[in-house]
């Protein structure tokens, strides 16, 4: 079943999914940090009781709190008239996939600078080298789609590999 709505109403309609369930949700915030947490605790209860991601859902955590926040600080610049839209497809045993959208103008990513570069490398990019880190598969961790300030995370079990678009 597809779930759409504010998070604020869909928090109310959607408090026990089905366990095991696929699940498909799409919501949207208000650009303030304070709902970081509820929107992240309110999402990951879903993802548990979906059990998609038995045992690695510390990892989608961190990178769905990231995304979101990244989303609201650098995209929509902490305006609260402007969304943060997020959608999860989960499935048993098929894995994740979370997209975190923001209003933000978006940006050229010809234009950031290489993350992973010594030079660049200080304490604030810590936490996306991480994710990528945690990714094997060379490449595929950092890939801004130039259009706007999207950013997916992925996970699936087959391949043990979360895939974040860290920009």
Known sequence: MIWVGSFQSLRSALRKPPSGAPLEVHTWQRSETGLISPLADWLMSL???????????????????????????????????KLVHVRCCCESTKGVFIAVRDQGSGFDPNNVPNPLAVENLDASSALCNAIVAFCPLEGACLAPNGVDDAQALTYTPVTHSLVSTCM
Do not use: Q, T, W, Y
């Open 47 to 81: 993802i548990a009781r979906s059990r998609c991601v038995r045992g690695k859902e510390e990892f989608v955590e961190l990178a769905l709190r990231e995304a979101v926040s990244n989303a609201m600080l650098h995209g929509n610049r902490m305006d609260a008239r």
